[in-house]
């Protein structure tokens, strides 16, 4: 076998359980004919990048069941007796758009059951504290959305609340918290905020240089990117310096392969299109500078704030604005699944 070879069947193994029993299982050849959309050249140091990374970024069924299983007994979490102090938790059910609460809160359940012989169903004590569950915060809209909702109009007046999520933006965290920590005040109430996660991303403006996202640290010599930066943006692109912490990235000069071929990549595709909103940008949905650049995918779906060039397309266009070949292709709003943006 070659390495080509090599890194085709190992990518594909890493998210073979993506959307499992919706659609067809990964294979080589279906990495394959996503990653010759790029230029020969780069196909092959594209993915060793691409295997390292999701190696680090993408979330299977195991990890997520595996952290969610850790937290029932985590000590910090629930104190004392934990089973006990789960019979006491009220579980929230409050998201707005999609299912992704609904489907972490099925996993929990199972993990509980295995544990400590109870249902979520079966839990909620007065006095007892609130859980909200979710798979991944990115720019903590969605769990702003819901917890500002639920403390205007229907949170005791003192409680903690829970946020258990598998991975956390920075930002997002940041942005959601100031937002919450409002709402708490503005509402009277006395509500206590804990967020736990399993991984933490690191994707401040502040601290851009250190990014653990797609970052670029310059403009690509492209025509069609040159003229995407040219038109008006409400938050312009700013770079990042070279040398940082290197986050899931191998090095430096495979982080900006990605950076750098993602972006044309997701430029090119945003061209197909006579005239697209301006939070679709090539490197995910956001309204600031290039695009969110997030790497992170979970087995449920891949999110918007990923590259276009991830999850944008239709295998069967031969034209148009979906004619592009997605690596992961992932469901819509259609088929009722959330957005985790800035409100479109």
């Not at 109430?189 to 933490?200: E, G, Q, T």
């Not at 779906?301 to 034209?319: I, V």
Request: contains cysteine; neutral net charge.
């Amino acid at each position: 076998m070659t390495e080509r070879s090599d890194l085709l069947a190992s990518i594909a193994n890493t998210i073979r359980d993506y959307r499992a029993g919706e659609i067809a299982q990964p294979t080589p050849e279906h990495v394959d004919r996503w990653v010759k959309q790029f230029d020969t050249a780069v196909q092959l140091p594209m993915l060793r990048e691409l295997d390292h990374v999701f190696k680090k970024t993408y979330v299977n069924k195991e990890t997520v069941t595996g952290f969610l299983k850790g937290l029932v007994k985590n000590k910090k979490l629930a104190e004392g007796d934990p089973c006990t102090f789960w019979t006491g938790v009220h579980f929230l059910s409050i998201q707005q758009n999609g299912h992704s609460q609904k489907e972490m809160l099925e996993i929990f359940d199972a993990a509980l059951h295995s544990q400590c012989g109870i249902r979520v169903k079966d839990c909620g004590k007065e006095g007892g504290a609130y859980i909200y569950l979710d798979d991944v915060m990115f720019s903590g809209n969605r769990v702003g959305n819901d917890l500002a909702k639920w403390i205007e109009e229907q949170a005791p007046a003192n409680v903690t609340v829970h946020v258990v999520v598998t991975a956390i933006h920075a930002s997002g965290e940041y942005l959601v918290g100031k937002r919450i920590k409002q709402t708490i005040v503005d509402s009277g109430k006395k509500i206590d905020i804990c967020y736990w996660r399993a991984l933490n991303i690191e994707n401040r403006k502040y601290y851009k240089n250190d990014s653990e996202v797609l970052w670029p640290c310059e403009v690509p010599d492209d025509e069609l990117v040159k003229q995407y930066l040219a038109k008006p943006h409400k938050f312009p692109f700013e770079p990042r310096k070279p040398g940082g912490k290197l986050g899931p990235f191998s090095s430096e000069e495979g982080r900006q392969l990605l950076e750098r071929e993602l972006l044309v990549a997701g430029v090119k595709i945003r061209s197909l299109s006579e005239n697209p909103k301006e939070i679709i940008r090539p490197l995910g949905f956001s309204p600031f500078g290039l695009g969110f650049g997030s790497m992170i995918v979970t087995f449920r779906n891949c999110p918007n704030n990923t590259p276009l060039a991830l999850w944008w397309g239709d295998p069967g266009a031969t034209s148009g604005p979906f004619h592009w070949y997605p690596l992961l292709p992932r469901k819509t709003y259609a088929q009722a699944i959330d957005f985790d943006v800035i409100d479109l």
